[in-house]
């Protein structure tokens, strides 16, 4: 759930300003480069309810709390929610996202944010980003030694099909790859 988080703060060019835990799970603290705005990324691991589902009281709580800190927007990422807190955040315009259920972004977005991490981290590895797939030594003789090449090939294959949700599995791993990198 929290490499969701992570996700969408790419995805919208949030930058994440703090990270916070608490009993049930994280709080991001972001702006949006764009227009300034400052944006809480509620993270729910660990709902207290008894079916371990978001309630309407926690999204009640964030509101709650979203007005006291001054943040312009929301998002609640959760496994589930119950059907009132999915009322509760369509009135009070908090985005949700779950297990089942992402917003929807353009898949050229996606593999632009790819590529991105991509020229990072074989940067970061290497030294240096390959001009021409030949320069790159993470694939050699039909196999991949790389993960950053095997995920490359992969989010290009799935550009060109428009898979968007193995786009998005391909971002989360990179973004996962590079937070144990910088770690």
């Not at 993960?147 to 550009?159: G, K, P, T």
Request: glycine share 4%.
């Amino acid at each position: 759930m929290e490499l969701k988080a992570e996700l969408v703060m790419t995805i919208r060019d949030y930058e994440c300003e703090e990270r916070k835990r608490w009993d049930e799970g994280i709080d991001f603290t972001a702006s949006d480069v764009k227009s300034d705005d400052k944006i809480l990324l509620r993270v729910i691991t660990e709902p207290k309810t008894k079916s371990n589902v978001v309630s309407v009281d926690d999204v009640r709580r964030m509101c709650e709390i979203m007005k006291h800190k001054g943040y312009d927007k929301g998002v609640l990422i959760s496994e589930r929610f119950t059907e009132s807190a999915r009322k509760e955040m369509s009135e009070k315009n908090i985005q949700m996202v779950s297990e089942n259920y992402m917003p929807r972004f353009e898949p050229e977005k996606l593999y632009l944010k790819i590529q991105n991490y991509i020229d990072d981290l074989c940067k970061a590895k290497c030294k240096r980003v390959p001009k021409k797939e030949s320069d790159c030594k993470g694939y050699s003789e039909g196999r991949h030694s790389c993960e950053i090449r095997l995920i490359s090939d992969n989010a290009s294959f799935h550009l060109e099909r428009g898979w968007i949700s193995f786009l998005k599995r391909d971002l989360m791993r990179l973004i996962a790859i590079s937070n144990k990198r910088s770690k």
